[in-house]
């Protein structure tokens, strides 16, 4: 008999309430061999909320034991909110999901170590990274996720693609409500797959952006939200992914992408063809002869409206006079002058934030150079 397995990904989880998932969805999820999520943020009721610039989010108590209920047995850690309330907060979480895999966090050790599943005598290996951020390792802090760009990040790739026979790799990173990556990531995934991962797999951007075969192995750059409550639910939130590898003997034999909405508290899954079709749609941006001037456009308006207002606001600033913004200026100038060193770092560190400004300014300067 073959030696078939189906490991399966979602995107970015966040449960305030417990989900409920169809029956569409339940068989999908009881084929697999392993069922991964995005655990997007700590646990509420321990830690203390960390100095950042971005909103703090926290999950429900139960909520790991809600995911296990469903059939989730790894856990991805390595993204922007899991650090919100700080090492503690992490630690406790990490301990509520005892027995299970997790990914991408803790001491460096651990969040930079390969974790590893075997599945009748084929082991794979499976690491997380974030881009960098208030809880990065990026020499900053002890604890924390690990950093997509850290120097060390390649050669242990190298390393760990010779000690498993199958290497997965997500990354959580990009443009927030973006459906098409930045060059800039594609790039850096690519380098990924030429270090020796067999597949990346992305999340962040809060909606689906398409997939590529680079080398002959699979990068999709944004699963999407598959459960993520939240007061603000701008278009495709609630839309999401999930990625299923089927492997004969540690060989990937297929992949496929299936499309699921959240309505309220409920989970439905879109039919094959329907979420065939979808992917199709975003991978023809992906390589779409317009691809880079759509990048460039979407970078300026962009900045026109988050940018420019990010960086004047640190130096009680406004970089365009409406009443709103006046008030708000108004107000700055009358209770807060101090410079704002935090949300400085979440501009000029962050690597989406910078690589959308740097791409913003040069479209900029080429319609104001003479």
Known sequence: MSNIHRLQFVGDVVCLNQPKIDSALQALFSRSDLLCCNFEAPLEGSGTAILKTGPLVQQHRSA????????????????????DFGPEALNQTVSALEEQLVLG??????????????LGGVRYGLLAYGENGYSALNGERE?????????????????????????????????????????????????LIDAGAD???GHHPHCLQGMEIYQGKPIYYSLGNFYFDAKSQPKGWNCGGILELVLEE???TDHQLYVVDKNASTLALWDEQRSRNYLQDLNAQINDTNYLRRINEMAVIEWEKHHSSYYAAPFNGIPRYTLKRLVKHLKRLAFNRAIDYSMLWHN???????????????????IKSP
């Open 64 to 83: 790991p034991v809600w995911l296990k209920d469903i059939g989730f047995n790894c856990f991805s850690l390595a993204n922007n909110h899991i650090g």
């Open 105 to 118: 966090v803790g001491t460096v050790d651990e969040a930079y170590g390969l974790q590893t599943t075997e």
């Open 143 to 191: 604890t924390g996720h690990a950093w997509i760009n850290h120097p060390r990040v390649n050669k242990d790739i190298e390393n760990y693609a010779e000690k498993v026979d199958y290497l997965i790799i997500q990354v959580h990173a990009g443009v927030e409500l973006w459906n098409i990556p930045l060059p800039e990531w594609r790039d850096r995934y690519r380098k």
């Open 199 to 201: 597949i990346v797999i």
């Open 250 to 252: 540690g060989m990937l």
């Open 348 to 366: 000029l560190f962050i690597e989406s934030n910078r690589w959308v400004v740097e791409r913003a300014i040069q479209q900029q300067m080429k």
